[in-house]
């Protein structure tokens, strides 16, 4: 179907009564152009949602009784039967590799329900350490063959970003030792750390296709809109090259 510039807007609004979940609602994924006004609808919907960046403020933080750190995670399976596993296969792959831009891959699939009542809520695909600017990212991965939009991208790292209680997600990484504080000449304390959220990209996804026309200077309510988040985007590409936007 095709929708029309005030349609696309009203079914958003409709959606921010769930901010929480918006990453996930339909309209979020809608690829293409409205039907009068010829607009993209990520672009339609990103306008709208600059306007409305207070709405965000009613995502709360959950706090895991649990760690979030999992001690099974250091010992990494990797299933290469089932092919609907190969965006997680990737992140257990790339788990333990050092990049330029985003540092250190730490961790991948931190849960961050603390019970079965969190409905709507996922895993974050990896977390990373920056040790140069202190920085810990907070990444939602989108792999080959993906289809889902930019913009749900975007929105999914940020919501997992305002629903992760950030205080204890730095002392569960120091406490588990997937940061090492103190071992550089700048004396790193968890005070120190900043959380970002972020997403990383693989060619082949539409999502990378997409972030490809926004550098180019499309999308430019997005790209808006992501900055107003302070959401960074990361590619990588063959596990050479990582660049950011």
């Known amino acids: 179907m095709k929708y029309s510039r005030q349609e696309t ?4 609004n409709i959606e921010l009564a769930t901010i929480e979940k918006l990453y996930k609602s339909n309209c979020i ?24 960046l207070a709405e965000f403020s009613n995502i ?9 750190y999992i001690e ?23 788990t ?10 730490i961790d991948y699939q931190i849960p961050l329900k603390d019970s079965l009542k969190d409905t709507g809520i996922g895993k974050i695909d990896l977390i990373s350490f920056d040790e140069k600017t202190k920085t810990l990212y907070l990444m939602e991965l989108k792999y080959i063959g993906n289809k889902e939009t930019l913009l749900r991208a975007l929105l ?22 997937k940061i090492i504080l103190n071992k550089s000449s700048n004396s790193i304390t968890s005070n120190d750390i900043t959380i970002i959220p972020s997403v990383l990209l693989v060619p082949e996804c539409n999502s990378y296709d997409e972030l490809k026309e926004m550098e180019s ?18 590619t990588i590409e063959f596990l050479i090259n990582a660049v950011q936007l």
């Open 156 to 177: 999914e790292s940020y919501t997992y970003y305002k629903v992760v209680d950030k205080v204890e997600l730095i002392n569960d990484c120091v406490k588990s030792q």
């Open 96 to 105: 333990g590799l050092n990049f330029k831009h985003f540092g250190l891959i």
């Open 29 to 52: 994924n809608w690829k293409g152009t409205t039907i009068d006004s010829n607009e993209q609808y990520s672009e339609v919907i990103a306008q709208e949602l600059l306007k409305k």
């Open 60 to 68: 709360h933080p959950v706090t895991r009784k649990s760690h979030y």
């Open 9 to 12: 807007i009203v079914k958003l």
């Open 217 to 234: 200077g499309d999308r430019p309510y997005l790209k808006e809109l992501s900055i107003a988040l302070g959401v960074k985007f990361f």
């Open 72 to 94: 099974k995670h250091g010992y990494i399976k990797i299933d290469i039967c089932k092919s609907n596993r190969d965006e997680e296969n990737f992140a257990k792959r790339i």
